[in-house]
């Protein structure tokens, strides 16, 4: 299993006191040292976990031109209209999806082209599962354009996630479904599109980043 980079701190620390606790407990017999080191491993199994960075789909097969893909795993919390005061300016469509503690949280492009604008904003620590969490969290916005198409993304940290990681600056060409950064520990990201595109998912549903359609440009590029 692959884990991302930022997450090998995350995965050091527990491993070394679950080293220093054995050596430790060992004066004291077997039992005493796996009660020292379990707690150890079982947070670093866990901090594996979260920063897991499975491939999907788009990192072997190009999605068609059309499709804007989950930039997250999570569940689908907005879809269609957007929250009031949490789009940009301009007419637009709006997906959000909350990433609970247990999802992956490598982030992905939703859709390709040049990273025009990358923005971060300094705020709360609100519920991410919040609106208002949209526009008062922390958050880093992106905008990406392909020809006369373009596309905003959020990363938008929650209660737990206090640091955003972002891998990609204005100017850089992405792919679809490409690798753009992370967020650690719950949180959500923002995903806009304008009217001429069809939003494909709905709210409640359970989708994964960089696999699942969740909006089609109607016309064809």
């Given at each position: ?121 300094p ?34 940290v ?11 600056v ?52």
């Amino acid at each position: 299993m692959r884990i991302d980079r930022a997450g090998w701190p995350f995965l050091a620390v527990p491993l070394a006191s679950a080293a220093v606790s054995t050596a430790l407990g060992r004066g004291s017999g077997p039992r005493a040292a796996r009660a020292l080191t379990w707690p150890f491993l079982a947070l670093s199994a866990y901090m594996a976990v979260f920063f897991r960075d499975p491939d999907r789909r788009c990192d072997s097969t190009p999605p068609p031109a059309d499709d804007v893909l989950s930039p997250a795993d999570g569940v689908v919390m907005v879809a269609g209209d957007p929250q009031p005061g949490v789009a940009p300016e301009g007419d637009w469509q709006q997906v959000s999806v909350f990433l609970s503690v247990v999802d992956v949280h490598v982030n992905r492009a939703p859709y390709g082209g040049r990273i025009t604008s990358s923005t971060y904003t300094p705020g709360s620590f609100l519920a991410a599962y919040r609106a208002e969490s949209a526009h008062r969290n922390e958050h880093s916005e992106l905008w990406v354009r392909d020809g006369d198409r373009t596309v905003v993304f959020r990363q938008i940290v929650g209660v737990l996630a206090r640091r955003i990681v972002t891998r990609v600056v204005p100017g850089q060409q992405v792919s679809t479904g490409e690798r753009v950064g992370l967020m650690k520990f719950g949180s959500r990201m923002d995903v806009f599109v304008p009217p001429e595109c069809t939003v494909t998912v709905t709210k409640g549903q359970r989708v994964r980043g960089g696999e699942t359609v969740i909006a089609r440009w109607s016309h064809p590029s």
